[in-house]
């Protein structure tokens, strides 16, 4: 009985001292102008060192667009997987982007390449952009999001594919150029088009 009673006392006298504590602090901010000015330093002296290690983490995660471009043709240069080794390809693609994020922003752009990799044969490739955005780490995020932008773009539409072919076929079935028709033509196309009025 004697430790319990001891360990409620010794509860109660921390509990008390952290409330004067609490108080103490709250009177100083409130009435003291130095108290307050020391604070606000402090706080924009944090405020400035969080901002200086994100700008330095962006430094350090910064990919060149020409490096993108580049890991983007050799991937596009690559031979297409088969369909029976996809699922494979697929799970080893997604273990290597995580191994090479883990190890740090000097291997964020491999990871996203491997990521990317496991994206241009997935069935469901908005589905894995979703799932990519909850569990892959911001900047490889963001890489894979700039590469996908970048092979969108390189390549043409589905509409201007179709276009094109649209065009060079017309240009196979041009007709020479004919002057206006002939009284002739249109008195033949009237009696086409009004019975009636055939003699």
Same mark, same amino acid.
């Given at each position: /009985?004697?430790?319990?009673?001891?360990?409620?006392?010794?509860?109660?006298?921390?509990?008390?001292?952290?409330?004067?504590?609490?108080? *103490?602090?709250? *009177?100083?901010?409130?009435?003291?102008?130095?108290?307050?000015?020391?604070?606000?330093?402090?706080?924009?002296?944090?405020?400035?060192?969080?901002?200086?290690?994100?700008?330095?983490?962006?430094?350090?995660?910064?990919?060149?667009?020409?490096? !993108?471009?580049? =890991? !983007?043709?050799? #991937?596009?240069?690559?031979? +297409?997987?088969?369909?029976?080794?996809?699922?494979?390809?697929? /799970?080893?693609? %997604?273990?290597?982007?995580?191994? +090479?994020?883990?190890?740090?922003?000097?291997?964020?752009?491999?990871?996203? %390449?491997?990521?990317?990799?496991?994206?241009? %044969? *997935?069935?469901?490739?908005?589905?894995? #952009?979703? #799932? *990519?955005?909850?569990?892959? $780490?911001?900047?490889?995020?963001? !890489?894979?999001?700039? +590469?996908?932008? +970048?092979?969108? $773009?390189?390549?043409?539409?589905?509409?201007?594919?179709?276009?094109?072919? =649209?065009?060079?076929?017309?240009?196979?079935? #041009?007709?020479?150029?004919?002057?206006?028709?002939?009284?002739?033509?249109?008195?033949?196309?009237?009696?086409?088009?009004?019975?009636?009025?055939?003699?």
């Amino acid at each position: /009985m004697a430790s319990k009673t001891t360990v409620l006392t010794a509860a109660a006298v921390v509990a008390t001292g952290a409330v004067a504590y609490a108080v *103490y602090f709250d *009177y100083k901010r409130r009435n003291d102008a130095e108290f307050r000015r020391k604070l606000r330093k402090e706080k924009k002296r944090v405020t400035k060192s969080v901002q200086q290690s994100k700008l330095e983490e962006e430094k350090s995660t910064a990919v060149n667009p020409e490096e !993108l471009r580049q =890991a !983007l043709q050799a #991937i596009k240069n690559e031979p +297409m997987v088969p369909i029976e080794e996809r699922e494979q390809f697929f /799970m080893s693609q %997604i273990a290597l982007g995580e191994q +090479m994020a883990a190890q740090g922003p000097s291997f964020y752009l491999p990871a996203a %390449i491997a990521f990317f990799r496991a994206l241009r %044969i *997935y069935p469901a490739p908005a589905e894995l #952009i979703g #799932i *990519y955005q909850s569990t892959v $780490s911001p900047p490889v995020f963001k !890489l894979v999001i700039e +590469m996908t932008n +970048m092979d969108v $773009s390189s390549s043409p539409s589905p509409a201007a594919r179709s276009a094109q072919l =649209a065009r060079d076929d017309s240009l196979d079935d #041009i007709s020479p150029v004919r002057g206006p028709p002939s009284e002739a033509s249109s008195q033949e196309w009237d009696k086409v088009t009004d019975p009636g009025s055939q003699p």
